[in-house]
């Protein structure tokens, strides 16, 4: 039997082990990182201000999934030059302050992350060409509330159509608007309506494709060259010119400080990730009047003891302040936008 194992032999038998370095809990201390901040993501590499200095950085092998997205505040190892063919690596993801998320649609468990640590949502819709979609805004608006973003409509083209209809929807809520639209010199008239809102936040814009983000984009940052699209005349839809998400500081000379957030059109704005009871806490008046509601309560209009119906017919609450607040709530399970 020389040559071949016995059965002694094989049930003796130990697999050779190979050679590993002893694992440990002990973690880098990270002494000499510096802060950051992400000002825009390409294909796993991130873009990040650096004591006024743009660096390229990948994310560090103990950051595993942590998503790491435009906002974020970061500390960050390794050559922080800046200098072309440098590379940095990000080592920890500060806690954030507020997060702009949405998910692909309403039956979509997966959260996506759009921005960190935004404090202001700045919704762009045309008055015409393409028409204005108030499902979308109203999407729009609910995400605001949900991330604890303030909300800012800004209505562009207002050359073609008055803007009276569509801010009279949503006078009630409380959101502030600015309106825009170009001269007969191409000049962007209401912008600095526009800078001053601005001033003091990092700003999200959104919109649908064709509204004019990227051309106020490109006229409140005159270098960000944000590529412009046209509607077409068929569809009455825009095309996507925007790519990614990337954070731009406004010109200290035109307003008091401030940064804003241009992101790519976005099409749809899943809301699976709402809850009732956390949006009407963006509405402290009417949060206060649903105190004595039964227990799981939505506050919809198909409720039978809802404290906002007590509160209308008593006369203590604004109907159509109410119906606007219900109208925010519905538009979390409507698809058709």
């Known amino acids: 039997m020389s040559g071949r194992y016995g059965e002694h032999d094989v049930e003796h038998y130990e697999r050779p082990r190979r050679r590993t370095r002893p694992r440990t ?29 743009r660096v390229l950085a990948m994310k560090a092998r103990p950051l595993g999934r942590k998503g790491v997205v435009v906002g974020d505040r970061v500390r960050v190892v390794g050559d922080v030059t800046g200098n072309d063919g440098s590379l940095a690596r990000i080592v920890e993801v500060a ?68 803007p009276e209809t ?25 912008l600095a309506d526009l800078q001053t809102r601005l001033a003091g936040h990092t700003s999200v814009l959104i919109g ?49 400080g401030g940064w804003i957030v241009d992101t790519p059109g976005i099409r749809s704005f899943g809301l699976a ?22 227990r799981g309560c939505t506050h919809g209009d198909d409720e039978p003891e809802c404290g906002l119906d007590e509160a209308i017919a008593e006369g203590t609450a604004d109907p159509e302040r109410v119906a606007s607040f219900r109208r925010l709530l519905a538009a979390r399970s409507v698809t058709d936008y």
Request: hydrophobic share 40%; aromatic share 4%.
């Open 25 to 53: 809990k002990e973690r880098p201390s990270y002494d000499d990182a510096v802060d950051g901040s992400v000002i825009t993501v390409d294909r796993g590499r991130f873009t990040l201000l650096v004591e006024g200095r």
């Open 95 to 162: 806690d954030r302050s507020t997060v702009l998320r949405r998910t692909a649609d309403d039956d979509d468990p997966i959260e996506r992350v759009i921005v960190a640590n935004a404090t202001q949502l700045v919704v762009v819709t045309a008055l015409a060409d393409p028409e204005p979609r108030s499902r979308w805004i109203d999407r729009a608006l609910v995400a605001a509330y949900d991330a604890g973003l303030a909300p800012l409509l800004c209505l562009t083209k207002a050359d073609l159509e008055n």
């Open 166 to 190: 569509l801010l009279s929807t949503y006078r009630s809520l409380g959101v502030p608007w600015v309106v825009t639209h170009r001269d007969a010199d191409r000049r962007i008239v209401g």
């Open 208 to 256: 649908t494709s064709g509204v004019g983000k990227s051309t106020l984009v490109n006229a409140l940052v005159p270098d960000a060259r944000r590529a412009i699209g046209h509607v077409n005349a068929v569809t009455g839809q825009g095309r996507h010119t925007s790519t990614s998400a990337i954070m731009l500081e406004l010109p200290a000379s035109t307003t008091a």
């Open 273 to 294: 990730h709402v809850q009732p009871e956390h949006l009407i806490e963006a509405f402290p008046d009417l949060d206060e009047m649903t105190e004595e509601c039964p």
